[in-house]
């Protein structure tokens, strides 16, 4: 599922559940796990956390969706479109959206390690699990230069 992807079901749950286009962008936040969704104020613009879709899949997702659209059309018809309104709550009831999400797990998803930065001038090595330039940074117990290698990921998983 791609940010494109996304936008159009957004577009169409707008049409189907609200009878009025959604006309501002849409994307997965891959980061987000405090929320399962955000509705941003200035710039119409909804988030979805990419988690919530990985971990609950399409249907909670779309309740999501219908929540946030909640937010988006109540506020641009400038009606009471925050969670204590009694509008937003009759309108979220009405096409099936959420309250709250589900919480995902606590303990955050463990990502293994991919990569290992390695000191060429001293025997410290650091995990990392993310890509980076090993340019930008120097050994923190030497100031030596280091140097980005690939981890199997069978090792580290
Ligand atoms: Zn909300
Ligand atoms: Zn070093």
């Not at 599922?1 to 501002?24: A, C, K, N, Y």
């Not at 659209?69 to 009831?93: P, V």
């Not at 410290?124 to 140097?147: F, S």
């Amino acid at each position: 599922m791609e940010d494109e992807q996304l936008q159009q079901w957004i577009e169409r749950v707008s049409i189907t559940s609200f009878g009025r286009p959604f006309l501002h962008q849409a994307r997965f936040n891959r980061r987000l796990t405090s929320t399962g969704g955000r509705y941003f104020t200035k710039s119409h613009d909804i988030e979805i956390s990419w988690q919530q879709y990985e971990q609950f899949g399409a249907d909670d997702v779309e309740k999501i969706i219908k929540h946030e659209l909640c937010h988006y059309h109540l506020h641009i018809l400038k009606r009471g479109y925050q969670h204590r309104d009694a509008e937003f709550k009759s309108l979220l009831q009405q096409v099936g959206g959420t309250r709250f999400c589900k919480s995902l797990p606590t303990a955050k998803r463990r990502e293994p390690y991919r990569y290992k930065l390695v000191c060429t001038s001293c025997p410290t090595e650091y995990l990392r699990k993310r890509k980076m330039d090993p340019r930008k940074y120097a050994c923190g117990n030497c100031r030596g230069k280091l140097k980005l290698l690939k981890l199997d990921l069978q090792e580290h998983s």
